[in-house]
T-cell receptor, first 116, second 110 residues
Framework: DGGITQSPKYLFRKEGQNVTLSCEQN?????MYWYRQDPGQGLRLIYY???????QKGDIAEGYSVSREKKESFPLTVTSAQKNPTAFYLC???????????????FGAGSRLTVL | RKEVEQDPGPFNVPEGATVAFNCTYS??????FFWYRQDCRKEPKLLMS???SGNEDGRFTAQLNRASQYISLLIRDSKLSDSATYLC???????????FGGGTRVLVKP
């Protein structure tokens, strides 16, 4: 079955360490996204990518970095510059465009990062 | 003003009752609109897209009011399993960025 796989599901990190969250999709979707969700709050966009080798900053990109070397993969690195990294991180993908069914997000199960 | 705003709730709803809530958006050129459902500590899942003419899917009805820049979701005959957070999602004018509202929490009680 097609879908999005995020790993790890749970991650603990010491302050000052960089961590990379994996996101892989086999849906053949062109667009991929990273969101952050804090307790009791909505999703905030970190980065998004419409095509391979191209990505744009979202609303809260500071302290994060991404790459899009393959269509299937969109890893997110949480750097030590991110002041408050403890959160639930969600990766999503979609087919962009103006046709019916476009821009519907499929999410991975999420990665829960805790900084100790 | 936030790009997409929702009443956080919670809306406490007796089982079998009807509940409705809105989501307002700031950019009049926004292209597409969606409702997602998120259960506690899970990923969001698409509930329904919102079409200009309004659309219905079983007990759920979505409406779009472009003049007043809001979308609505109505749930009829509420079930205990409808308890969740409902997220409003708006596709921006450029067609490349999806923005989420903060979510509306619904609690259906026996």
């Amino acid at each position: 079955d097609g879908g999005i796989t995020q790993s790890p599901k749970y991650l603990f990190r010491k302050e000052g360490q960089n961590v990379t969250l994996s996101c892989e999709q086999n849906l053949n979707h062109d667009a991929m996204y990273w969101y952050r969700q804090d307790p009791g709050q909505g999703l905030r966009l970190i980065y998004y990518s419409q095509i391979v080798n191209d990505f744009q900053k979202g609303d809260i990109a500071e302290g994060y970095s991404v790459s899009r070397e393959k269509k299937e993969s969109f890893p997110l690195t949480v750097t030590s510059a991110q002041k408050n990294p403890t959160a639930f991180y969600l990766c999503a993908s979609s087919i962009p465009g103006a046709h019916s069914g476009a821009n519907v997000l499929t999410f991975g199960a999420g990665s829960r990062l805790t900084v100790l | 003003r936030k790009e997409v705003e929702q009443d956080p709730g919670p809306f406490n709803v007796p089982e079998g009752a009807t509940v409705a809530f809105n989501c307002t958006y700031s950019n009049s050129a926004s292209q597409s609109f969606f409702w997602y459902r998120q259960d506690c500590r899970k990923e969001p899942k698409l509930l329904m897209s919102v079409y200009s003419s309004g659309n219905e899917d079983g007990r759920f009805t979505a409406q779009l009011n472009r003049a007043s820049q809001y979308i609505s979701l109505l749930i009829r005959d509420s079930k205990l399993s409808d308890s969740a957070t409902y997220l409003c999602v708006v596709l921006g004018a450029a067609g490349n960025k999806l923005t989420f509202g903060g979510g509306t929490r619904v609690l259906v009680k026996p």
